[in-house]
């Protein structure tokens, strides 16, 4: 595997209620922002190899995540980029992505972001229901949604996803795989599907807290979530993970690096990475994040991200340590990642990395959700079942 790089914007046009990502509304630090994460791309492209395990052979990819990447001047974005792309020295058969939003962005925007190097976008459409987009909070209405994607294509971009949200109150089955018929029928073939989720601290929590009749039911959800995968199952975009679904050689690379359990690198405020077994993250704050790019040195980084010491030392304003992973916390997690996948499980990649049989190591979990017809094995492969699905966190959780 290649190198792979997450890159954070941590700027929205306006907050939706449900979400809990970082993210700040203020863009008048944008500017400084995106010089001192090239700063950052610098530093990492210098000094993060000797902890990038990763980097060995295959592809590069680099994801351009947010927040909203394009609701900046796409001049900061493309400058970004190209200071990762020439210090890193990313090949030319790199995925590199960028996530946009309909209401931000423009065919103008599309063919800069072209032209500096991005090959793939990943597009915030939630939904082609405007009652949906309302309830949601969303910036664009349906119409925005088809101009933005026919934008998309006409700038030049081939490989373009989109990511729908299932369960908002208000939003039916047929609602949703109308929505989705329309985005193929204009050639999308990468789709990301999630739940929506009421987090805590967001305006849908206040909202929804004491009124969770006014949620989508369980069953209905998981209806839902089977329909998307049918349906997109027959138009050729193939269920590769749990949310995502692709044409054959579509599927994002950068997120299989994830559940692979690869090394990435991580810049900007917010972002989380992981090197030489450490997860750790970027402090949810831009001021700071802007200020304190001069404690990013290597003595600070090997206090982080180095084995020497017991502790991991955080990297002031910057940088801490999320949690570091022995090699049996890493064979723990293996089967948490790769059961998200419909690969599922290599049984003779777990022994290559590990040393250990899995069948030795998870006999009795293993054997207890065959027999619940949740799991399935097959040759060296193991893998959640159509039913496994609707339990996949309890599966998952019963390895940990
Ligand atoms: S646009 Fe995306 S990142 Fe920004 S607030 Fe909405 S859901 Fe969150």
Redesign the pocket.
Known sequence: MGRHIYVHNPF?????P??D?Y?ITDRSYAEKYYKAAAVEARFWADYGKRYDSSSDDGPDTVYFG???PSCVPEGLVCALLETVVSSFGIGSDAEITLEV?PASFSIEKGKAYKKSGFNRLSM?IQSLDDDVLKTLG?LHDSKGALIALDAAFDSGFTNVSADFITGVPGQTVDGIIAGLRTIVDKGIRHVSTYSLMIEEGTPFFAKYKDNIEELVPPETERAMYHAVRGFLAGKGIMPYEISNSAAPGLESRHNTAYWDGRDYYAIGAGAHGFLNSVRFGHYDDVGSYIDSLDFLTEANVDALLGHAGETADPVEGLLYCEERLSLEDRMREYPFLKLRTSKGIDISEFKERFGSDFGDVYKDVLQKNINKGYLKAEGQRIFLTESGLDFANLVMEDFL
Do not use: A, L, P
């Open positions: 929205c046009v306006r907050k939706c449900y979400c990502f993210s947010g927040g909203t939003n915030g969303r």
